[in-house]
């Protein structure tokens, strides 16, 4: 999990401000949530972090590419694990465009390709782009002669229940613990890394609001005198 900052040089786009007319709760409440993006696109690293198996793992410069991507699935054919790697699409203007994939892993003769949200859930007003891309990502492969498998992977997803209102959803939906069973991540040590900061967090929010607060009543208290 992300550290929430107060950052001076991070201020609120003013849409905050306007909500209740005060630069302060505007500022706090930016850091917020900048920190919970963080901590969302920080699920790879933590999933990485988490990995108990023997597959070699690339990243970060060695994935940023469709032909890097490829190529590492090429050169190990015993089996690799690839964070945030791309795929080139082809599309129906012609140009190509890269789409990335939170993980690849290719076991077994099988490129099994996810895209993975954090929590329960993911952004409803993006699940038909997101489950579309997810396609995209297949018969980009598949193109290539490989088997493979996708999947939407909702790390702490609970009996099934989710608002996802696009009903494709039923074929691609798995559960963290699933996806972390079956290929050697242990899925305890996720969870914990998505709590280490939480303690300090509280506190920080803790004493911010209160600042909050005190000042509030301050300025309350200067104009009734």
């Known amino acids: 999990m992300a550290k929430i900052e107060l950052n001076n040089k991070r201020k609120s786009t003013g849409s905050y401000q306007k909500l209740t007319g005060n630069k302060d ?9 900048a920190a919970a993006i963080c901590s969302g696109n ?4 933590k999933l990485e972090k988490s ?11 060695d994935t940023n590419s469709p032909e890097k991507t490829f190529d590492l699935i090429k050169n190990n054919p015993e089996g690799v694990i690839i964070f945030n790697g791309y795929v080139a699409n082809q599309k129906d203007n012609g140009k190509i465009k890269k789409i990335e994939v ?60 989710h608002s996802i209102k696009d009903n494709r959803i039923n074929q691609y939906l798995l559960r963290g ?38 000042e509030y ?8 005198l």
Do not use: W
């Not at 990995?51 to 410069?61: D, M, R």
């Open 25 to 33: 709760i505007a500022n706090f409440t930016t850091s917020f949530h």
């Open 51 to 61: 990995y108990e198996g023997t597959l070699p793992i690339f990243s970060k410069k």
């Open 42 to 45: 920080e699920v790879t690293a």
């Open 102 to 161: 939170d993980l690849i892993v290719y076991v077994d003769n099988v490129v099994h390709c996810y895209e993975i949200k954090e929590g329960d859930n993911f952004d409803t007003k993006k699940s038909k782009s997101e489950i579309d891309n997810l396609i995209k990502i297949s018969n980009s492969f598949k193109e290539l002669n490989f088997e493979v498998e996708v999947g939407f992977v909702c790390m702490n997803l609970q009996n099934d229940n």
């Open 217 to 224: 009543k301050n300025k309350l208290n200067a104009t009734t």
């Open 177 to 214: 613990r699933f996806l972390c069973s079956k290929f050697n991540f242990n899925f305890d040590n996720f969870n914990q890394l998505s709590l280490n900061e939480q303690e300090e967090n509280e506190h920080l929010c803790i004493l911010e609001m209160e600042r909050i607060i005190k």
